[in-house]
């Protein structure tokens, strides 16, 4: 494998950086292939000089460490004290009261909602811009300062100014990086599956409507193309939790106390067990009802309830992603805009694109693209 791993590396370029993200990728396609082998779809590693770690890619374990015993599966100082430099006390790095005031502030971002309602964080945006232009125009800029001083038209939110930009830093990860990864990884796969490319077009010409969000939760087969994309290249690989008391999961594995916890979306993906034979293929009607196809053979069919402790790509249970509705609105908006109008051509032919997990994963060197005008 390693062999093989090298063989691939582009002859340009920074070689390091090929080197470790194409071992980066066989190892994510050993470990699951590992998990894929074992009876509970379960391992216990053990490295010199560090905790046991638990990786798992049985939904009932990741029900139960996520969901069912939730408080026994914090992230954990060790995963915290990693992250705190960059992300602070905002709510990816936090346990316990931090997570839990941000968890149920009124001031989250929201969801699919937020398209047809105020959302409180938005409009403390807007004052504040309000607020600055206002101080532009005031003749003697003594007089703003004073009122700042004494906090006369202020935005108070009783938060510090660390923990505001932490909070901001980890809005900023979520809605960024993980929804633009995700499109890179569409806008491949439609390149790659002519038939796809084909129903989806065919769809959003008959639904997509700039001006009517409402048109977007028609588009079924765009949203199921979406979700089978982050099955296969979930924006984020694996995540971990530090077991607080001893405790044995569901297939029987057991966990002392300080022991790592790891659940693996990218893992279970790629499991038999989960979806089938055809777990490597890209088939977005998977997600979707078995009804009769229209004349176009499209499956007009509705989308699927499929459990996220089988599909953790927004967590579960308590940690469950509060921005996965607007997040999933956003990316049908993006690429129906997109797809609508235009042609995406891949530079390369038979380019094979490497995942690569970071914090949140993504495409290694991007996908590059020629753009063309779709004909009327």
Known sequence: MLVKCISEIRLRGDVKKDLISHLGKYYLLFKADLLSSSPTQTKVIHRLGARK????????????????????????????????????????NVDGDLWHAQRFDPCCLGDQDSLYKVVPILTAFDMAAEISAKRATTPVAATWKLK????VGMIVSGLSEDMIRDMMISFIMAGKDTTSAAMTW?????????????????????????????????????????????????????????????????DGTKVMAGDRVTYFPYGMGRMESIWGENRLDFSPNRWLDN?????????????????????????????????????????????????N????????????????????????????????????
Not at 148 to 151: A, H, I, M, R
Not at 186 to 191: K, N, P
Not at 213 to 228: G, N, P, R, T, V
Not at 305 to 322: D, T
């Open 291 to 339: 009804e009769p196809e229209n004349k176009l053979g499209e499956n007009l069919g509705l989308l699927k309830e499929v459990s996220p402790c089988k599909y953790p790509v927004f967590q579960a249970g308590p940690r469950i992603c509060l921005g996965k509705g607007m997040a999933n609105v956003q990316m049908i908006y993006v690429v129906a805009s997109i797809m």
């Open 53 to 92: 770690t638990i990786v798992t890619a049985n939904p009932q374990n990741v029900e139960y460490i996520l969901k069912t015993n939730f408080v026994n599966f914090p992230k954990g100082k060790p995963f915290t004290e990693i992250l705190n430099d960059f992300l602070g006390c905002g709510i990816f």
């Open 148 to 151: 700042k001083l004494f906090g």
């Open 186 to 250: 569409i806008f491949y796969a439609i390149s790659q599956h002519g038939n796809v490319e084909k129903h989806l077009v065919n769809e959003i010409i008959s639904h997509f409507n700039d001006e009517q969000c409402d048109s977007l939760q028609e588009m079924k087969y765009l949203h199921a193309c979406i979700c089978e994309i982050m099955r296969l290249y979930p924006p984020v690989a694996r995540d971990s939790k530090h077991a607080t008391d001893a405790d044995v999961l569901p």
């Open 341 to 376: 109008r235009f042609e995406i051509i891949p530079v390369r032919t038979g380019f094979e694109p490497v995942y690569l997990p970071l914090l949140t994963a993504h495409m290694y060197g991007g996908f590059k693209v020629l753009i063309r005008r779709r004909p009327v």
